[in-house]
């Protein structure tokens, strides 16, 4: 079982910054490949960005690619999503998930249904 608490969700000018921060529970964290999604009001939950397992290899949605990363602190069981260049269409709710399952295709870890564990969600507005 993996517990999930996100933090660090904002009201932020665009062209800002914001750090995510989601913080696990269980000894099993370095074992569960790790990712963040959001969700805008009245829209469907989307990727946008994970890290795998062994810290191997980050993916990342079209649209927040060379604006967000995301990184991985395994002595403190947190994961990070950095997020620079804030733009008004990044408003949304931000999800941290967990999956224990793994795969060879970076495509995988794009879909929300591979993920056994959600955090309850940090709040990020950017304004304009």
């Known amino acids: 079982q993996v517990q999930l608490v996100e933090s660090g969700g904002g009201l932020v000018q665009a062209g800002g910054s914001l750090r995510l921060s989601c913080a696990a529970s269980?000894?099993?964290?370095?074992?569960?490949?790790m990712a963040w999604f959001r969700q805008a009001p009245g829209k469907e939950r989307e990727f946008a960005a994970a890290?795998?397992?062994?810290?191997?290899?980050?993916y990342y949605a079209d649209s927040v690619k060379g604006r967000f990363t995301i990184s991985r602190d395994k002595a403190k069981n947190t994961v990070y999503l950095q997020m620079n260049s804030l733009k008004p269409e990044d408003t949304a709710v931000y999800y941290c998930?967990?999956?224990?399952?793994?795969?060879?295709?970076?495509?995988?870890?794009?879909?929300?249904?591979?993920?056994?564990?959600w955090g309850q969600g940090t709040q990020v507005t950017v304004s304009s």
């Open positions: 890290v795998e397992w062994s810290d191997s290899n980050t």
């Open positions: 998930a967990a999956t224990g399952s793994r795969h060879s295709s970076g495509g995988f870890y794009q879909m929300n249904h591979v993920y056994d564990y």
């Open positions: 269980g000894r099993t964290f370095s074992a569960y490949s």
